[in-house]
């Protein structure tokens, strides 16, 4: 099950259906099932104090990714900050929805075992996103990789 939870901000427009579709179509393709799937979406003061509160670490950023993955089936809640995809979107001139996107991803590749963090694997990570990417709609196909804040 794919959920969706607002803190502190407006639900953002999403066709959940053909994301939930995505995602899973996503997942397959690392040879993992969906769990519990719980994006929450937040503006930045939240995302900072889980930042600070579970993490350590005292910085905005656009997503947080819980991972409660077992075996092969992959669950997690998924912290993102509409306030950071909005400004990183406006950073890198791109597409709100596009990075939103982008984003939604990003922590689904984190529970299925692609890390962004070591040598090159910012690299792969980017790929995976913009395989993804293209998958969902011809609409989202940039090539560009994603601001780090």
């Known amino acids: 099950m794919i959920a969706y939870y607002t803190i502190n901000t407006a639900m953002p427009r999403l066709r959940r259906r053909t994301i939930n579709a995505w995602v899973r179509s ?3 393709e690392y040879g993992k099932s969906v769990g519990e799937i719980a994006y929450i979406f937040v503006d930045d003061k939240k995302i900072l104090e ?14 947080i ?33 596009e990075e939103l996107h982008r984003v939604i991803i ?16 910012r690299e ?8 993804a990417l293209k998958a969902l709609s011809p609409a989202h196909t940039s ?5 780090i804040p």
């Open 26 to 28: 996503v997942a397959e």
């Open 50 to 63: 889980v930042n600070r509160q579970y993490l350590g670490h005292d910085y905005y950023t656009d997503i």
């Open 106 to 121: 990003h922590g689904v590749l984190h529970l299925c075992g692609i890390n962004d963090k070591g040598p090159g694997e």
């Open 65 to 97: 990714t819980f991972d409660y993955s077992e075996g092969d089936t992959i669950s997690g809640d998924l912290f993102i900050s509409l306030d950071t995809v909005r400004s990183n979107s406006a950073e890198q001139g791109t597409d709100f929805n």
């Open 124 to 131: 792969v990570m980017e790929a995976a996103e913009n395989k």
């Open 143 to 147: 090539q560009r990789g994603r601001a």
